[in-house]
């Protein structure tokens, strides 16, 4: 499933704006990326007690890897 799959399913359970929801929902990825790409912040990031973001070893071991998040 893809992010606007995501977005659009979410908009249709909620019975909301459909831009509302992308909006607040990036700004979530947003910030996933910015922990991720932190050059010394290795924590895992849980959101609302749903999802676990972690950091696969590879990143963990080397900041300074790229990361290429796709939308």
Do not use: G
């Not at 607040?24 to 991720?36: E, G, T």
């Not at 924590?43 to 790229?66: A, G, T």
């Amino acid at each position: 499933m893809e992010f606007k799959d995501i977005c659009k399913q979410t908009a249709k359970d909620l019975d909301e704006d459909l831009n509302l929801v992308h909006k607040i929902a990036m700004y979530q990825y947003k910030y996933i990326i910015a922990v991720m790409q932190h050059p010394t912040d290795t924590h895992d990031i849980l959101i609302n007690k749903l999802v676990k973001f972690k950091l696969k070893s590879r990143f963990k071991e080397n900041k300074l890897k790229k990361y290429s998040p796709k939308l």
